[in-house]
Nanobody, 122 residues
């Protein structure tokens, strides 16, 4: 699976952005998809994950209630709708694919997109 994330940009605090991650390959629907982020000088951290079949989701506490992950298997795309953005959400955002349900562990993900930068100004 090859992944390409896009949709990042500069937004004011309180604003919204929607990230997209387009996948290639025939088995996208079989993969659990996650979003991670990495701020300057910090480790990559889990943001959200969406599972296969039932499309249930799981979020980091820091984004719960503000971010929504979704997927469209026909379009082979996973989305991250980000609302009420805060300056601390500033980071490079990565999408990734894994076979492990509900995984928030970076090491469990097999495929990664190139990242898209989100900058939230105060």
């Amino acid at each position: 699976v090859q992944l390409q994330a896009y949709g990042g940009g500069l937004v004011q605090a309180g604003g919204s952005l929607r990230l997209s991650c387009a996948a290639s390959g025939r088995t996208f629907s079989n993969y659990v998809m996650g979003w991670f982020r990495q701020a300057p000088g910090k480790e990559r951290e889990f943001v959200a994950v969406i599972n296969v079949i039932v499309f249930d989701t799981y979020y980091a506490d820091s984004v719960k209630g503000r971010f929504t992950i979704s997927r469209d298997n026909d379009k082979k795309t996973v989305y991250l709708q980000m609302n009420s953005l805060k300056p601390e959400d500033t980071a490079v955002y990565y999408c990734a694919a894994t076979r492990t349900r509900n995984s928030s562990d970076v090491s469990r993900y097999d495929y990664w997109g190139q990242g898209t930068l989100v900058t939230v100004s105060s």
